[in-house]
């Protein structure tokens, strides 16, 4: 069974630019979750999304969306991007939202300059 | 709200030998899974192992073991025989049961270096 595959890996932007990262989960599972990964912040967890609805929310600046798709593919979505927003971007999914085993993609790469 | 510490930024052991990483934790729900999770230089997270709060048994996976002490909020991570590729950033993670909880609080991990 293929793991959970995220898209760009790496991703360079400017400041004020918008960005969108893509997570396809593993197949069967209907949820996913985004965190952002930074050397002064380590893991935050953003939002969760289960049957195309957003289930749990991060404290996380309106900045940051997302949205599922119909087959649990995930985007997320960052709007004038700032310096702080370089991370590393990491979707994980599960069977569902009640479910504790998550499985995480490589991660996406941003870094905003 | 749920907070995680690891108060251990860096530790190293010998290889073949055995080390103790450290984790608090502070939570006010009575259910909840607490976890290892494991990042080496390629960024995949890898879950190392995990403990139902519910569990009085300490969990065991292979080489890794817990030490779980839920009055005291510690949940240490035992690595024994460690092996070059344990090298990596831990994490220590707590996962709330109910509502809004269900999402993973991070500590900010400890560096593991593994010396031949």
């Known amino acids: 069974k293929a793991g959970v595959t995220q898209t760009p890996r790496y991703l360079i932007k400017t400041r004020g630019q918008q960005v969108t990262l893509s997570c396809s989960p593993i197949s069967g599972h209907r949820s996913v979750s985004w965190y952002q990964q930074t050397p002064g912040q380590g893991l935050q967890f953003l939002f969760e999304?289960?049957?195309?609805?957003?289930?749990n929310k991060g404290n996380f600046p309106g900045r940051f969306s997302g949205r599922q798709f119909s087959n649990s593919r995930s985007e997320m979505n960052v709007s004038t991007l700032e310096l702080g927003d370089s991370a590393l971007y990491l979707c994980?999914?599960?069977?569902?939202?009640?479910?504790?085993?998550?499985?995480f993609g490589p991660g996406t790469r941003l870094t905003v300059t | 709200a749920q907070t995680v510490t690891q108060s251990q930024p860096e530790m190293s052991v010998q290889e073949a030998e055995t080390v103790t990483l450290s984790c608090t934790y502070d939570?006010?729900?009575?259910?909840?899974?607490l976890f290892w999770y494991k990042q080496p230089p390629s960024r995949q997270m890898i879950l190392v192992i995990r403990q139902e709060a519910y569990k009085q048994q300490n969990a065991t996976e292979n080489r890794f073991s817990v030490n779980f002490q839920k009055a005291a909020k510690s949940f240490s991570l035992k690595i024994s025989d460690s092996q070059l590729g344990d090298a990596a950033m831990y994490f220590c993670a707590y996962r709330g049961n109910a509502g809004n909880n269900r999402k993973l609080i991070w500590g900010l991990g400890t560096s593991l270096a593994v010396n031949p």
């Open positions: 994980a999914s599960s069977s569902g939202p009640g479910t504790w085993e998550q499985y």
């Open positions: 939570t006010s729900e009575s259910d909840y899974y």
């Open positions: 999304y289960f049957s195309e609805t957003q289930r």
